[in-house]
């Protein structure tokens, strides 16, 4: 037992100097450098953005997860991000504005093209992609922050290519594309969903690549003590963002309970007969839980649907 323990006070003893080694080996000034250029707004940017858009909207509406990835690849949002999360560290007003111009001006034509499609295609139908960017719970909102955090690390250690990954986990280009798509079909409980994820992963990774970048020792004007309100500021900002996801979440968990409960009801009332759920749809509304089944079956159960529906 001893020897555990002394194993285990050796492996943390090394972490943190290995920690503090990689605090202090930071070029600061580099860095934020790359961060800033990377994050604003250029022609390179606008053309990777609308490409991006359309193959999103494309492989959304094919619902193809192979082709929505290539989306996420493709995608140059990343840059601006961790550009606003820095400036907020720096507070460095001037490229904070930049970079939210740089987003703002680049969601425009992303959702323009994704509109576009959508009035031009024949497919109007959401499909299971459109469908899984509508509802972000508070697991979305966690990916976009473990992300923000790895999208920061690979800056400041200066891993770029990490970001890739980083593109692909937080799916920040297929969101806008579904925002477009609900637009284009007028389903605006769509379009309200999928701009509701885009935000929580835009503002979640602005706000995690603020406090990483304060880890690795970024002030304002690179020497400055920090004023004491940041932190408190990114604190209450992030639980303000909880707080809708949490009860989306709670409202997922009784839908999946709805759901095996309801698979339960159809076991017990076609007991004996050869039948199988075909269509099961449970959905959280305000006062009640909403479910739609359709069942196949060889065999008729006589009241099938008044003893599901009491049950």
Do not use: C
Request: charged fraction near 15%; aromatic fraction near 6%; proline fraction near 5%.
């Amino acid at each position: 037992m001893s020897e555990r323990n002394t194993t285990a006070r050796e492996a943390r003893g090394l972490a943190l100097r290995l920690l503090v080694r990689a605090r202090r080996d930071v070029k600061h000034q580099e860095v934020a450098q790359s961060v800033y250029e990377n994050g604003g707004l250029s022609g390179r940017y606008l053309i990777m953005t609308v490409i991006s858009a359309a193959i999103a909207a494309l492989g959304l509406m094919l619902s193809s997860p192979a082709v929505v990835i290539g989306a996420m690849l493709v995608s140059p949002m990343m840059g601006p991000i961790v550009a606003l999360g820095f400036s907020l560290t720096l507070l460095d007003w001037r490229e904070l504005k930049r970079s939210l111009a740089a987003l703002g001006i680049g969601f425009g034509p992303a959702l323009a093209v994704a509109f576009v499609l959508t009035i031009m295609s024949p497919l109007k139908e959401p499909t299971a992609e459109i469908l899984a960017r509508t509802r972000p719970n508070f697991f979305d909102l966690l990916i976009a922050v473990f992300s923000g955090i790895a999208g920061a690390y690979a800056v400041v250690r200066q891993r770029g290519e990490t970001i890739i990954g980083v593109a692909i986990a937080t799916a920040l280009m297929p969101p806008v594309a579904t925002v477009g798509f609900g637009l284009g079909t007028g389903d605006m409980g769509i379009a309200g969903g999928a701009f509701f994820l885009f935000m929580t992963n835009l503002v979640a990774i602005a706000l995690a690549a603020t406090l990483t970048a304060g880890f690795f020792g970024f002030r304002p004007h690179l020497g400055e003590r920090p004023a004491p309100w940041r932190g408190l500021a990114v604190v209450v900002v992030f639980a303000l963002l909880s707080a809708p996801l949490v009860l989306s979440l709670r409202a997922i968990g009784l839908e999946s309970r709805a759901t095996a409960e309801t698979r339960i009801a159809v076991d017990e009332i076609f007991s004996g007969a050869d039948s199988r759920i075909t269509l099961l749809d449970v959905r959280a509304g305000k006062d009640q839980m909403d479910v739609s089944a359709l069942i196949s079956t060889r065999t008729l159960v006589p009241e099938a649907q008044a003893r599901l529906q009491e049950r």
